[in-house]
C-alpha cells in the first residue's frame, strides 16, 4: 500500500547533524511534493516547509531557514531531512507527509524522534 | 507566521456533537479555501480528516465534517464515540506557499 517509512531514532550531541530518511513506496514519487512536520515533546504540529519531488526545489518556513536542509534521492523514492548545528530545542518528533496539490498532507510517515543531548 | 488558534480543550459525552474551531486571518483560511484538519491519537502519526474546508476522503467517518465561515474554519463531530478522543489540528494555506498549523484541540469523550 501506499506508505512513506521513516528513518530510526537518533541520539545526537548539541553541535553536531542528523540526516533523517523518508522511503516512498507504491506511488509515483515525483508526482507528489513532500513536506516535513515537527513535533516537540508534549507540543503541537509545526508546518516546517516543503520540497518540490519534480524539482528539486524545497521551501522552508519561518524559523526553519539556514541549519535545516531538505534534499532528495529520487532514484530511490526517498526524501531526506539533515539538521545541522543541533540545538537541545530541535528534540522533537519529525514526520515527513505526502503533500496534494491542495496542500493537504495526506500519507505521514511514522516519525522520527530526534534526541538533542550532552 | 503565527500558529492558527484552536481551543487547547474541549469535550462532551458519547453520541453528542462537538465543533472545534480554528480562528485564523484574512491572510490564510480567510482567503483560501485550503483548510485541512488532521486527528492525532497519542503516539501515532496524524491522519487527514478534511481537506479543502469541507472534503472527506474516503474512509473518514460521515460523523466527520467541516466548514468555514469568514476567517473562522471549523471541525464538526457528531454521534461522538470513545475512539474519536484525540488531538485535532487545523492546517491552513497562508500564501507564497507556505501553511500553519492551529495550535492543535484535545478532545476528551466523557
Known amino acids: 500500500q501506499v506508505q512513506l517509512v521513516q528513518s530510526g531514532s537518533e541520539l545526537r550531541e548539541p553541535g553536531a547533524s542528523v540526516k533523517v530518511s523518508c522511503k516512498a513506496s507504491?506511488?509515483?514519487?515525483?508526482?507528489?511534493?513532500m513536506g516535513w512536520v515537527r513535533q516537540a515533546p508534549g507540543q503541537g504540529l509545526e508546518w516546517m516547509g516543503w520540497?518540490?519531488?519534480?524539482?528539486?526545489?524545497?521551501r522552508y518556513a519561518q524559523g526553519f531557514t539556514g541549519r535545516f536542509v531538505f534534499s532528495l534521492d529520487t532514484s530511490v523514492s526517498t526524501a531526506f531531512l539533515q539538521i545541522n548545528t543541533l540545538k537541545s530545542e530541535d528534540t522533537a518528533i519529525y514526520y515527513c507527509?505526502?503533500?496534494?496539490?491542495?496542500?493537504?498532507?495526506?500519507?505521514w510517515g511514522q516519525g522520527t524522534m530526534v534526541t538533542v543531548s550532552s | 507566521q503565527s500558529a492558527l488558534t484552536q481551543p487547547a480543550s474541549v469535550s462532551g459525552s458519547p453520541g453528542q456533537s462537538i465543533t472545534i474551531s480554528c480562528p485564523g486571518t484574512?491572510?490564510?483560511?480567510?482567503?483560501?479555501?485550503?483548510v485541512s484538519w488532521y486527528q492525532q491519537h497519542p503516539g501515532k502519526a496524524p491522519k487527514l480528516m478534511i481537506s479543502?474546508?469541507?472534503k472527506r476522503p474516503s474512509g473518514v467517518s460521515n460523523r466527520f465534517s467541516g466548514s468555514k465561515s469568514g476567517n473562522t474554519a471549523s471541525l464538526t463531530i457528531s454521534g461522538l464515540q470513545a475512539e474519536d478522543e484525540a488531538d485535532y489540528y487545523c492546517?491552513?494555506?497562508?500564501?507564497?506557499?507556505?501553511?500553519?498549523f492551529g495550535g492543535g484541540t484535545k478532545l476528551t469523550v466523557l
Open positions: 507527509a505526502r503533500k496534494r496539490n491542495d496542500g493537504a498532507f495526506d500519507i
Open positions: 507504491e506511488y509515483t514519487f515525483i508526482n507528489h511534493a
Open positions: 520540497i518540490n519531488t519534480n524539482t528539486g526545489n524545497p
Open positions: 484574512s491572510s490564510d483560511v480567510g482567503s483560501f479555501n485550503l
Open positions: 479543502e474546508v469541507s
Open positions: 492546517c491552513s494555506y497562508a500564501g507564497s506557499s507556505t501553511w500553519v
